[in-house]
């Protein structure tokens, strides 16, 4: 069975310090892994992928990722915080399942502090 | 293109009342998905279609829910003598079909209170 897991729910920075969520996968295939961010009452909004064509991958707002497949990691991170930033952010795998269902860890809460 | 939509965007309701949620998904995207969100936690699935066809149910899906999608548009989702712990957003994605083409779009989401 595939999981998630979201290590700290609750993450504090300061603006324009760097941001790094952490993010663990347990899959028994090669993964695709996915970084969504959630703005209060909205939908999910797709931040990268990870689907095996580069091990960095570079999203939308200035964020990236770095799949490990040594540490079973892929790890959120900007490199200076805007305040625009404060949102929830999940982590999300595929990969087992032929219909393509996401399996999300449980999110961060992302805090930018002025 | 105007992305996923759902309808309502919120609703209340009473206990033992049925509700039903709507999704459009982006056109021409053979995929559709349902998840329910509770506060504090990630999205849970709940069941799968492709174009008409329901191809997987979670066990999160009681005999109270049900969901269609005719003519493999637009979707319901259906729950039936509605309890306090049905309270969640729910949330509507869909992903079009092909290698690699994994990413899900979603919704805004139906947030639904049972009172």
């Known amino acids: 069975a595939q999981s998630v897991t979201q290590l700290g729910s609750h993450v504090s920075v300061s603006e324009g310090a760097l941001v790094l969520l952490r993010c663990n996968y347990s899959?028994?295939?090669?993964?695709?892994l996915f970084w969504y961010v959630q703005y209060p009452n909205q939908g999910l909004q797709l931040l990268l992928k990870y689907t095996s064509a580069a091990t960095l991958v570079k999203g939308i707002n200035g964020f990236e990722a770095e799949f490990k497949k040594s540490e079973t990691s892929f790890h959120l991170t900007k490199p200076s915080a805007h305040m625009s930033d404060a949102a929830e952010y999940f982590c999300a795998v595929s990969g087992s399942s032929n219909t393509g269902k996401l399996i999300f860890g449980q999110g961060t809460t992302l805090q930018v502090k002025p | 293109d105007t992305g996923v939509s759902q309808d309502p965007r919120h609703k209340i309701t009473k206990r033992g009342q049925n509700v039903t949620f709507r999704c459009d998904p982006i056109s021409e995207h053979n995929r559709l998905y349902w998840y329910r969100q509770t506060l504090g936690q990630g999205p849970e699935f709940l069941t799968y279609?492709?174009?008409?066809?329901?191809?997987?149910k979670s066990r999160l899906l009681s005999d109270r829910f049900s969901a269609e999608r005719p003519k493999g548009s637009f979707s319901t989702l259906e729950i039936q003598r509605t309890e306090q712990g049905d309270s969640a957003m729910y949330l509507c994605?869909?992903?079009?079909?092909?290698?690699?083409?994994?990413?899900?779009?979603f919704g805004p989401g139906t947030r639904l209170t049972v009172t």
């Open positions: 994605a869909s992903s079009p079909v092909g290698q690699g083409a994994r990413e899900q779009y």
């Open positions: 279609f492709q174009n008409e066809a329901q191809l997987e």
């Open positions: 899959s028994s295939v090669p993964p695709y």
